[in-house]
């Protein structure tokens, strides 16, 4: 039986030793799955199939219907929660996400608790009532990361945030667009939104009419209501970046935050940020920005939080620039988003490397060329291995370089959603089309696994 912390696995991290470093030398060769039971295996094994199949994640709630048109809605929610839910899903009720998470510490993983909601770029929910709600599921959230009461959690913890389910995607596309006149981003500073935060004032913004206005204090409200909670309770946040059309706003709100509580001040002796952004490899302008953003937290003396990943929307982002005919705002194919992975990478280990813990980077990536590169140039610059760096893979993806990593004393995240399955599963397909690429890439995953089942059926009398 594992303890929790970090179980000793003989050989799924090589401890060859690198010539002149003390680290272990990763080898994502599938050796840490000995550490998963075999019902785990197998359902990885199958769910990870089933996913590469494309007409089930494009047509997947059609799919779902006619499952429980046929096999009713009990036994198909049963399928569902021994397959795809128990596979990427931490659960329901609090005491089964506890337990999901209390495994992966066991298995040396750390919990990124994200609450599955979200706004299309389009639409508006309507209602303070139904972000008030989400804010509610947040606060949750918060809890569940810090684990049950008188538990000591890992540090640091962490939790995602995605900014449109406390404000509307409608407000931050307006945003958006008003940044970009010189006359209402005076009126848009960090400096006065986080004032407002803070003091609950009406801005008043010239630009937007008055129920816009006040849905923007109601939103700052609820940001500071999320962020002072999540601080109380030593829990940081990493908000999500979505579409082009929104982050602008979402970096806006980001930086508001950042003023309040990435200051010295708040942030503490060793300056480690509360509130982190992500930025998304796959956006032409990403390393510009990204080092624009560095620069200017380094000058104010604030913290800087980054979770970088290659970014999920690119298909809908082409798709618009196309409807629109306006320039694609994305890289033109695959390797150039993976060299502006790995130049935005390289930059933020620079900053780590200067400014210690004020400055906090997640490599959130499965790619393994990605994970070497910052394992690799961590060594170099003698950056530690539990320290301003981390690593973040989604929970059920990528569990052969997760355990190695986790194996080998790096900190590692899982991003896990949770709750109820007719709420989640939506979400997860969204997910799924997001991520086609990565699910159809998961070949590698897969041969490993069936390599590790074939190895115990083999040793089996
Ligand atoms: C912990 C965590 C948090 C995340 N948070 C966010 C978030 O806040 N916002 C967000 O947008 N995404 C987020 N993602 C998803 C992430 O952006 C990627 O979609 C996902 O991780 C796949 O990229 P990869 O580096 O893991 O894998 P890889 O297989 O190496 O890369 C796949 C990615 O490469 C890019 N790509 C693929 N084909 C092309 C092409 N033809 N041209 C240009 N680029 C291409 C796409 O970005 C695609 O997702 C998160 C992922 C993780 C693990």
Same mark, same amino acid.
């Given at each position: #039986? ?85 596979? *990427? ?51 949750? !959230? ?11 959690? $890992?540090?640091?913890?962490?939790? &995602? ?7 509307? +995607? ?19 500073? $960090? @400096? ?48 999500? +970046? ?54 200017? +937290? ?5 913290? *800087? ?30 390797? =150039? ?10 930059? #933020? ?12 980077? #997640? ?26 760096? !981390? ?6 993806? !990528? ?7 986790? &194996?080998?004393?790096? +900190? ?21 089309? @997001? ?6 890439? =998961?070949?590698? @995953? ?16």
């Amino acid at each position: #039986m594992l303890r929790s912390g970090r179980p000793l696995l003989s050989r799924g991290v090589s401890q060859l030793r690198a010539s002149g470093d003390q680290r272990p030398v990763l080898r994502f060769d599938g050796e840490a799955f000995r550490l998963k039971r075999t019902g785990e295996l197998v359902r990885a094994l199958l769910v990870l199939r089933l996913c590469a199949w494309p007409p089930l994640v494009t047509h997947g709630l059609t799919l779902l219907s006619w499952s429980r048109r046929l096999l009713g809605s009990r036994l198909s929610g049963a399928l569902l929660r021994a397959s795809v839910y128990g596979q *990427f899903v931490a659960g329901e009720t609090t005491a089964e996400v506890q337990d999901s998470v209390q495994r992966l510490q066991g298995l040396g993983l750390r919990p990124l608790l994200a609450v599955p909601i979200e706004e299309e770029p389009g639409t508006d929910r309507g209602g303070e009532a139904w972000y008030e709600g989400n804010l509610k599921a947040m606060l949750h !959230c918060v809890d569940l990361s810090c684990g049950p009461p008188g538990s000591l959690p $890992p540090q640091p913890v962490l939790m &995602q945030l995605k900014v449109t389910a406390l404000t509307s +995607a409608l407000l931050c596309k307006e945003l958006t667009l008003r940044l970009g006149e010189p006359q209402s981003a005076k009126e848009l500073s $960090p @400096e006065r939104l986080a004032a407002a935060m803070d003091s609950g004032e009406d801005l008043g913004i010239s630009s937007l009419s008055s129920e816009q206005n006040q849905h923007l204090g109601a939103s700052l409200s609820r940001f500071h209501r999320i962020a002072q909670y999540a601080r109380s309770r030593g829990v940081r946040l990493l908000v999500d +970046a979505e579409y082009t059309s929104l982050n602008p706003a979402l970096s806006l709100f980001v930086s508001s935050l950042a003023q309040c509580w990435n200051s010295r001040e708040e942030a503490g002796r060793d300056g480690t940020p509360w509130v982190w952004n992500t930025y998304q490899a796959y956006l032409q302008d990403t390393h510009e920005r990204l080092t624009r953003a560095a620069e200017e +937290a380094e000058r104010k003396g604030l913290g *800087f939080g980054v979770k970088l990943v290659r970014g999920a929307y690119l298909e809908s982002e082409r798709a618009l620039a196309r409807e629109r005919g306006t320039a694609d705002p994305t890289q033109p194919d695959y390797e =150039a988003t993976s060299r502006s992975y790995s130049r935005c990478l390289e930059l #933020m280990l620079g900053h780590v490397c200067r400014r210690g813990s004020q400055c906090q980077l #997640m490599v959130a990536s499965h790619n393994e060329e990605s994970v070497h590169q910052a394992v690799k140039r961590m060594s170099e610059l003698g950056i530690p291995l539990d320290g301003p760096v !981390c690593f973040g893979q989604l929970l059920g993806m !990528c569990d052969h370089v997760s355990l190695a990593l986790g &194996q080998a004393g790096y +900190a590692i995240y899982k991003s896990i959603p949770y709750g109820a399955l007719d709420e989640v599963i939506p979400y997860l397909l969204r997910r799924a089309q @997001e991520n086609r690429s990565v699910l159809q890439g =998961a070949r590698r @995953e897969q041969g490993l696994l069936s390599q590790e089942l074939l190895r115990r059926l083999s040793r089996s009398p």
